[in-house]
C-alpha cells in the first residue's frame, strides 16, 4: 500500500525548473527510471489538467515523481488555470441542475464549489457554510434574480484559479439578501440551487439531488420500509391505485426517510421565472407548496415548521455512517451538517474524484481499499478536495 506523502501547502515551481534538472542529473538517475518518471508525469498531468504541461512543470513533475513523491507532482499539475475553468467546471455543473447536464452556464453554484476546492477550504461547507463564491470587479455584479454576473464572466474568459478574480463572501453579507449567517447553507442556498431544486414541486427534489450528488445515492438506493412512516406528509396517497400493500413495499421505503429530511427547507420557495426569479425565504412561515393536497391523506403530517429528523441513524441506511451528536434541528444548515459529517459523504467525494482522474469507477478490492484509505486522509486532513486529487491521481498511474 502507498504510503501518502500529503504536502498541505500550495507551491508556485517559476525557476525551480532549472534545479530539479540539475538534480535528475546529479542523483544519477538511469535513462529507464528517468523515462519512466517523465512518461508517469505526463500521463498525470493529463488525467488532471486535460492539457499538455509546459517544460518547466513537465521537468518539476518529473523530478518529484523520482524522488518518490508523486502527491507533489500532482500539486504542481493543480496549480494549472485549465483545472479549475474546464476540468472543475465541468465536473460539477452537473450537479447544479435536474437535467445533470455539463452544458449549463457558470453559476453561483459551481462557482462557490471551485472556490472551496481552490482554497482548500473544508469541504463540507458546500452543505453547510455561510459561503459564496462571486467576481471581484464584474459588472454587472452579482445579483439574487439574474445569473449575468457569472454568464458575463464566463464569456470575458475571466479566471477562476485567480484569488483576485473570483473571492469568497458570506452569504448572509450580500446586499439585500434574506438569510443570517446560520440560515445559510453552502449551495443548497444559492441562487442556481433555488431554481432547479426549489422551483414547483414540494422542495423534495432538494433533498433528492441533494443525495445524489453529496452520498452517491439516488432515493431508490436509499429506500427502507421497516421504519416509522409519521412523518410522511398529507400528500402522500396511503392506497395509490387502491392498494395500500404498493404504498408499504414501495413508496414509503422513499418517503420515510425523505419526508423528515425535507422538512429542513419548509420556508423555502422559488418565485418568477427561470431569468429573473429568486428565491424566497419566509422566516417562520411554511410555504405552501408543504401543505398542498392535504385532503389526499389528511392524516399525513401536516408541516408546521422547519424542523428536520434523520430516521435514517437505524435500519438498513444506518451503514451511511452518521455521526453528529444529534439526529435532529432546524432548518438546512444543520440538516446540511449532518449530510457532511458522514462516512458517506467524505466517501462518496472520493468516489466521485477517482472516476474523473482514473476515468473509471473503483471496481476491484485494490480500487476500493484505496479510496477508503483516501476518504480517511480526507477526512483528517481537513477535507480538502485538492488533497483527493493528488491522491487518487498518484494512485491512478502507479502502472505505466
Known amino acids: ?29 538511469a535513462g529507464t527510471a528517468e523515462a519512466g518518471s517523465l512518461e508517469r508525469a505526463k500521463r498525470m498531468h493529463d488525467r488532471l489538467v486535460g492539457v499538455p504541461p509546459s517544460d518547466a512543470v513537465l521537468a518539476s513533475m518529473e523530478a518529484d515523481i523520482a524522488l518518490g513523491d508523486p502527491e507533489a507532482a500532482a500539486d504542481t499539475a493543480l496549480l494549472n488555470p485549465h483545472f479549475y475553468n474546464t476540468v472543475l467546471k465541468n465536473w460539477i455543473t452537473p450537479w447544479t441542475n435536474e437535467d445533470m447536464t455539463v452544458y ?38 452579482y445579483s439574487f434574480s439574474s445569473n449575468d454576473h457569472y ?10 484559479s485567480d484569488p483576485n478574480v473570483l ?20 449551495v443548497t442556498t444559492t441562487r442556481q440551487a433555488g431554481k432547479e431544486f426549489f422551483k414547483d414541486g414540494t422542495n423534495r427534489a432538494m433533498f433528492r439531488f441533494t443525495a445524489i450528488n453529496y452520498l452517491c445515492r439516488d432515493m431508490e438506493g436509499l429506500q427502507d420500509n421497516t421504519l416509522s412512516n409519521d412523518r410522511i406528509r398529507q400528500d402522500v396517497t396511503r392506497s395509490p391505485g387502491g392498494d ?57 403530517y401536516a408541516t408546521t415548521d422547519d424542523h428536520w429528523e434523520n430516521y435514517w441513524i ?24 449532518q449530510i457532511a459529517n458522514s462516512e458517506a459523504f467524505s466517501r462518496c467525494q472520493v468516489e466521485k ?18 479510496v477508503e484509505t483516501i476518504r480517511q486522509d480526507f477526512e483528517t486532513g481537513g477535507y480538502d478536495l485538492l488533497d483527493v486529487f493528488a491522491d487518487v491521481a498518484t494512485y491512478c498511474t502507479e502502472d505505466l
Open 104 to 141: 449549463a452556464p457558470l453559476n453561483d453554484y459551481t462557482a462557490t464549489v471551485i472556490g472551496i476546492i481552490r482554497d482548500r477550504r473544508d469541504f463540507r461547507e458546500v452543505l453547510n457554510g455561510d459561503v459564496i463564491y462571486v467576481g471581484r470587479n464584474i459588472t454587472p455584479g
Open 1 to 29: 500500500m502507498r504510503v501518502s506523502k500529503r504536502r498541505l501547502s500550495t507551491r508556485r515551481f517559476g525557476n525551480r525548473a532549472g534545479l530539479v534538472v540539475c538534480l535528475l542529473v546529479a542523483i544519477g538517475l
Open 244 to 300: 395500500s400493500q404498493i404504498f408499504l413495499n414501495t413508496c414509503s421505503g422513499c418517503h420515510t426517510g425523505m419526508d423528515p429530511f425535507a422538512g429542513a427547507y419548509a420556508y423555502f420557495n422559488w418565485v418568477g421565472d427561470e431569468d429573473t426569479g429568486r428565491v424566497e425565504y419566509t422566516r417562520g412561515d411554511v410555504q405552501d407548496k408543504y401543505l398542498i393536497n392535504a385532503n389526499v391523506f389528511p392524516f399525513g
Open 353 to 370: 474524484v477517482f472516476e474523473q482522474v482514473c476515468f473509471r469507477p473503483p471496481s476491484d478490492l485494490d480500487d476500493r481499499t484505496e
Open 314 to 337: 437505524e435500519g438498513a441506511n444506518s451503514i451511511l455512517g452518521w455521526r453528529s451528536t444529534s439526529n435532529q434541528g432546524f432548518g438546512p444548515q444543520s440538516m446540511g451538517d
Open 151 to 160: 454568464e458575463t464572466m464566463e464569456a470575458d474568459g475571466e479566471d477562476l
Open 167 to 186: 473571492e469568497m463572501r458570506t452569504q448572509s453579507g450580500l446586499a439585500t439578501n434574506w438569510l443570517r449567517s446560520d440560515e445559510a447553507a453552502g
